[in-house]
């Protein structure tokens, strides 16, 4: 059971380049979402997902792009990289009943030169 | 919106000692959790203890106990005989009890260090 994977670990961009960090869960939760860390202040979310189809923003969504095609997988998509996204980004799952518990993947490391 | 407050950026501690970290979080709300979490330096994101608004008595999970006070808005973070692996920083995060949105909002973090 490998839980939340995030691909890649680290990744350095230009300004302008586009992206896709991808996230997948093997434990069937229909509760995804993506979040960045920045220095100082804490994880802030930046899109959600409560199902397949269905994705909505969190708060600081600009410059971003999600899609859940699948229960699996939330990747996502960085349009047009700019130095403001540098960041570590963390995608986090959760079953919609029971205990709720929100599971982390290891994290990406996204620097935008 | 809710606004959880972490007041102290750093604190330290000597190995086998009890520390306390502080949280504060601003709510209208009745029904949420409150949850403490553990990054070390690998990153990852560790759930140490968790809370729910409606229960009275305080959550402990071995060595980890809180203080939640719903009244005062106050959920704080009692580590005690501190080993050096429980060097990190740690988030204090706050969850509305709503289904469909699980979203979590953290304080900005304590980075802990331990004193061999």
């Known amino acids: 059971n490998a839980g939340v994977t995030q691909t890649p670990k680290f990744q350095v961009l230009k300004t302008g380049q586009s992206m896709t960090l991808q996230c997948a869960q093997d434990?069937?939760?229909?509760?995804m979402s993506w979040y960045r860390q920045d220095p100082g202040m804490g994880l802030r979310l930046i899109h959600y997902?409560?199902?397949?189809?269905?994705?909505d923003q969190g708060e600081v969504p600009n410059g971003y792009n999600v899609s859940r095609s699948t229960t699996e997988d939330f990747p996502l998509r960085l349009l047009s990289a700019a130095p403001s996204q540098t960041s570590v980004y963390f995608c986090?799952?959760?079953?919609?009943?029971?205990?709720?518990?929100?599971?982390f993947g290891s994290g990406t490391q996204l620097s935008v030169l | 919106a809710q606004t959880v407050t972490q007041s102290q950026p750093e604190m330290s501690v000597q190995e086998a000692e009890t520390v306390t970290l502080s949280c504060t979080y601003d709510?209208?709300?009745?029904?949420?959790?409150l949850f403490w979490y553990k990054q070390p330096p690998s990153r990852q994101m560790i759930l140490v203890i968790r809370?729910?608004?409606?229960?009275?008595q305080n959550a402990t999970e071995n060595r980890f106990s809180v203080n939640f006070q719903k009244a005062a808005k106050s959920f704080s973070l009692k580590i005690s005989d501190s080993q050096l692996g429980d060097a990190a920083m740690y988030f204090c995060?706050?969850?509305?009890?709503?289904?469909?949105?699980?979203?979590?909002?953290f304080g900005t973090g304590t980075r802990l260090t331990i004193i061999p």
């Open positions: 986090a799952s959760s079953p919609l009943q029971g205990r709720k518990k929100l599971f």
């Open positions: 434990m069937n939760h229909e509760y």
């Open positions: 997902s409560v199902g397949a189809g269905i994705t």
């Open positions: 709510t209208s709300e009745s029904d949420y959790y």
């Open positions: 809370q729910e608004a409606y229960k009275q």
């Open positions: 995060a706050y969850r509305r009890e709503n289904f469909g949105n699980e979203k979590l909002t």
